[in-house]
């Protein structure tokens, strides 16, 4: 067969299979090869080409003719390259190789690239200081430096490599680069160190302990503040509703930079203790305590006007709120500290809260716009946080925080009202004084709550919980009312105008509000028997899996263990939590009205009879309840002594509180006897 004839027919034949015909590769044009190579590698090997070159212009001289096409080395067998070309792609493939040969990343890599950064950063100061009216001169160090810098973020795969890091003074080094003239350099800086210790990376976590504990004892957390204040991209809007900042490089290059230490501090966070010592440094040593200055930075961000919200206030108030809800010290920080800024004023943490969140009582934020939204339902979930705590519930009350947010109740959208009933449930919580729930009554709280309580939305309790979970936060929680009743009952002054309120409400239109309490409980306990069928199905078929040999007990107890708390979990989901809160306003009325004055306890035995139940049911409830709220490991009685001693503040605040709330479900649970 003629070959040939094979290549015409393949090339005559538009398809085969009915699939377009391949199209050959044509090879570039190979005619001035040699002249390339000579030109792009002549200054690097000189002599070893120009020696390569020669003895096949030797080896070939003379030589008029090329190989024919179906020989061994012609074209067709050796792809149209002559043997001189072929020879020069083999020695750039041999040189290419070599440069290419992967390196090594090891401490002695590490310390070589430490040097050499120290080196370059002394040579670009020392230019810079010489020819400051002349940048091209000190231009070309900066371009290295810049390389050198990023060249260490590929220790995120060798995260073996962060102890040597620290080791050879790389820290220092970094340190002493954040306070460089080039905004540049200094975001350089801040990015390696945010891949180094991003949440998301490989690197072993006790690794990148040791890379955090060097940031924070060598004041790297204070140079990196002190550039949010060198980069801030709101100072051409800071004070101003329409202003906006304008878009440029230098404006990009800020934003980027202040971004990025943001990113840096919530990777921080992510560290057990660290989130600590971002408000409030209490490093002992040469380095200063006292207050880090990030705090007011993020207070006075959060209130720049801008519109559309950028990504930088967003991450400032998302930032805050992850600090606060890891650390108890940085919490009060914002609390109890004021701080005074020029254009803004006094800064003090919940006031800033309420006054970034005034502005949204009437509406919700657009659903287009993002970034607005995350920054609505950050500084929500601080304002959440922090009301917890008992001195932010004082400040709660001084600012008149109450007013606010049952104007949201009353007048914002979906998202609003809900978020504002929960942060008024934690704040009416345990530890809430008098006056708070007193402020509440005053100001028309319980006509607010109690509408939303009868509202058609809670008619049919059956799938609440389901419809919750599915819409988010569009919904008020059932669970956040029940638990500001509750709170109300708990908190309010005995024989108050304002507790003869809140009874009063049980009682009027023919104890309507009482029927519909008692109802949800009936819906509720429906819920939780349904769920306690299955969960015991899976409970008597995992008990029959025990094993019988000793060396695999171990393994079976640790998964039963882990099988109860799923249980225990799924339990409190399908409303185990939602009886105990409705059973506590039971007990509430019941105590309230032991002389049977007001009707409440004879109706709710008479609603009870018809369902089978008694009182006895809901002490029954109130005293799973207690001993689920109790330490296992310490008595109530333990709350205070020596065996506590060891706690953090912020434990001992919870188990005293623990402690306080079985004090009262024990009293409730004595007027439930007999």
Not at 98 to 103: A, F, G, I, N, T
Not at 489 to 513: G, H, I, T, Y
Not at 620 to 641: A, C
Request: net charge negative.
């Amino acid at each position: 067969m003629n070959i040939d004839s094979l290549f015409k027919r393949s090339a005559d034949s538009p398809k085969q299979n009915g699939a377009p015909a391949p199209k050959k590769r044509r090879l570039d044009d190979l005619s001035n090869i040699v002249d390339k190579y000579k030109s792009s590698s002549a200054d690097e090997h000189p002599d070893v080409i120009q020696d390569t070159l020669n003895d096949k212009n030797n080896e070939t001289a003379g030589h008029d003719d090329l190989p024919d096409d179906d020989e061994e080395g012609g074209r067709f067998f050796g792809g149209g390259l002559t043997e001189d070309q072929r020879d020069v792609f083999d020695y750039v493939d041999t040189v290419e190789d070599d440069l290419s040969r992967e390196e090594i990343h090891d401490a002695a890599w590490v310390r070589k690239q430490i040097t050499k950064l120290d080196r370059l950063t002394k040579k670009n100061a020392q230019l810079r200081g010489r020819f400051a009216d002349s940048p091209q001169k000190f231009l070309d160090s900066e371009a290295q430096l810049d390389s050198l810098i990023k060249s260490f973020s590929i220790m995120t795969e060798h995260s073996d490599l962060y102890p040597a890091f620290v080791e050879h003074k790389g820290l220092e080094v970094f340190e002493n680069l954040l306070a460089h003239e080039n905004s540049d350099i200094v975001v350089d800086v801040i990015q390696v160190l945010d891949e180094l210790i991003d949440q998301d990376t490989t690197a072993n976590e006790s690794d990148i302990r040791v890379l955090v504990e060097g940031i924070v004892d060598l004041g790297i957390i204070d140079s990196l503040i002190t550039n949010l204040s060198r980069l801030d991209d709101s100072r051409r809007v800071r004070g101003s509703e329409d202003k906006q900042i304008v878009d440029g490089e230098e404006e990009e290059a800020e934003r980027a930079g202040v971004f990025q230490i943001l990113s840096v501090f919530e990777n921080l966070t992510a560290i057990s203790g660290i989130a600590d010592v971002l408000f409030i440094n209490t490093v002992a040593g040469a380095r200063r305590n006292g207050d880090t200055g990030l705090l007011p930075w993020l207070l006075q961000r959060i209130l720049v006007k801008e519109k559309p919200v950028s990504q930088n206030k967003q991450y400032s108030a998302e930032v805050l709120s992850i600090i606060l809800q890891k650390s108890h010290v940085s919490r009060m920080q914002f609390v109890m500290q004021i701080y005074s800024d020029s254009v803004l004023g006094d800064l003090a943490g919940i006031d800033v809260l309420l006054r970034a969140l005034s502005p949204y009582r009437r509406f919700d934020p657009a659903i287009e716009e993002t970034e607005e939204t995350e920054f609505f339902e950050n500084i929500f979930d601080s304002l959440a946080v922090t009301v917890q705590e008992p001195a932010g519930k004082d400040k709660l009350l001084e600012n008149e925080g109450i007013d606010l947010l049952l104007l949201f109740v009353t007048n914002g959208g979906k998202h609003g009202k809900s978020r504002a009933v929960k942060v008024l449930d934690y704040a009416l919580a345990s530890g809430a004084s008098a006056q708070l729930a007193t402020d509440f009554v005053n100001n028309d709280g319980l006509q607010i709550l109690f509408k939303l309580f009868m509202s058609s939305r809670f008619a049919d309790a059956k799938n609440h919980g389901a419809r919750e979970r599915r819409s988010g936060d569009a919904h008020v929680s059932l669970d956040a009312i029940l638990g500001i009743v509750s709170s109300l009952f708990r908190n309010l002054p005995d024989s108050s105008s304002q507790k003869m309120k809140l009874l009063a409400r049980f009682v009027e239109k023919s104890f309507e509000k009482l029927e519909r309490l008692l109802l949800f409980r009936t819906i509720t306990c429906e819920r939780i028997d349904r769920a306690d069928i299955i969960i015991n199905a899976e409970k008597s078929a995992f008990m029959k899996s025990e094993p019988q040999e000793t060396d695999r007990l171990e393994d079976w107890e640790a998964e039963r263990e882990g099988n109860e708390a799923e249980w225990y979990l799924r339990r409190m989901d399908e409303g185990v939590f939602r009886l105990q809160l409705i059973d506590t306003v039971l007990a509430w009325l019941v105590a309230e009205d032991d002389d049977g004055d007001l009707g409440i306890k004879s109706r709710i035995s008479e609603i009870l009879k018809k369902e089978g139940l008694t009182l006895a049911d809901i002490k029954n409830t109130l005293e799973s309840f207690r001993e689920d709220i109790m330490p296992k490991d310490i008595s109530p009685d333990d709350i205070g002594k020596d065996e506590t001693s060891n706690l953090s503040e912020e434990e001992s605040e919870q188990r005293a509180e623990a402690s306080d709330l079985a004090d009262m479900l024990g009293v409730l649970i004595e007027f439930l006897q007999g």
